[in-house]
């Protein structure tokens, strides 16, 4: 079994000495910071298990490097040191994350159970994740990761409608991780115990879609040998999650408008109609407003399924945030693959940094976990990433080279989006992350129709 990963901050050098020689001989492998600048340097590039922090550092001080550390990997346990004690500040650790906090002159009688207890946390931890996923509730656990204010404004929404029944509308590319937010919505509403089902609709054949969605009775098609429950109902008591709604036909438009409005399903070739208490999420990487001016979405039927509206930022536009998603996934791949890898070596992070993802978040997660597949052990190299090794690296600005105002970068950018596309409205917004209305605001601003 690998070592424990430990990370000490003390600007105390001696003190510093003294813990990491203390803890390398209970065994644990440790690495250390004088201040809090050292500290984030050091947890961008790799993982640890505990932290020991202490409160009072040059420059930022612990609480501000507590609340970054948990911004940056929630599940690190962090314990306080201090020599000045003060209640306040003890609480204020406490609510920001930390485990507990120890009273300087260290008793390192007091630290040693106290880092086998976090260790054994850390392990127990783990155990539970391993066998929730063995139990398929994997999607339901998995957290939503991000704090950029894009990710922030998402998280609010959710904990603002999960306890409602309103339907809800996720907007965002393909690979932002919306089925992620309709799990969130669903895992923190009373219907938390009820069923998650999810359901591709641009994945079933039109032919079988009634049938798949409402039931049917035995004999009323050929092959149907046995009754069928259908999704709609075997979502009974929880949540029904339609990702690429757009897909739907118009028939099946209509007859999802009754299950919203009559609250009951009838499967088909029966005349008896089941009651259903049942939460509708929609999802779609398309533009619906676009899709009902063309006619190929009920205008009636998006007006009930958006009443809460969520719109999932693509990974390009939060590229601050793809360090610590990259820790969400290493912890989870170390425990599939049974590796201990520790983080990214620069040249793959600044390969990663520099790339525009038109896959998202699940294109970083597919690039992660491929990179186990080429032998990533103790940290990811760029050769672990053949998909970008070939990528250049971004090139540095020309001294004195003046940078465009973000108003015209954004107006050339639009400019030459139009002009790929040959003015087809719908397919530039799409490939800028906008809404057509969006897209059609700045035109107008820019003049550039």
Known sequence: MDRPRVLVVEDDGDLRDLLVETLTRW?????????????????????FDVALLDIWLPGKDGLQLLEEIKRHDSALEVVMMTGDPLVSTAVQALKAGAYDYLIKPLNLEELQPLMRQLIERRFLRQEVGSLRARL?????????VGTSPQMLEVKQTIASVANSDSPVLIEGESGTGKELV??????QSPRATGPFVPVNCGA??????ESEFFGHVRGAFSGAVADALGLVRAA??????????????????????????EKEVRPVGSAKTHSVNVRIIAATNRDLEAAVASGRFRQDLYYRINVVRIVVPPLRARKDEIPALVTHFLRRFNARFHRSVTGLAPAAKAALMAYDFPGNVRELENLIERAYAFGAHDEITRENLPALAAAPAPAAA????????????ERDLIRRALARYDNDKEKAARALGLTVRTLYRRINKFRLA
């Open 27 to 47: 065994g644990y492998h440790v690495t250390s910071a004088g201040n809090g600048t050292e500290a984030l340097t050091l947890l961008e590039g790799r993982l």
């Open 136 to 144: 398929g509730r994997e999607l339901a656990e998995r957290e939503l």
């Open 182 to 187: 309709a799990a969130a919505i669903h895992g």
């Open 204 to 209: 079933i054949p039109a032919e079988l879609m």
């Open 236 to 261: 009974q008591g929880g949540t029904l999650f339609l990702d690429e709604v757009a897909e739907l036909p118009t028939a099946l438009q209509a007859k999802l408008l009754r299950v919203l409005q």
């Open 398 to 409: 020309a001294a004195g080279e003046e940078l465009p105002t973000l108003e015209a970068a």
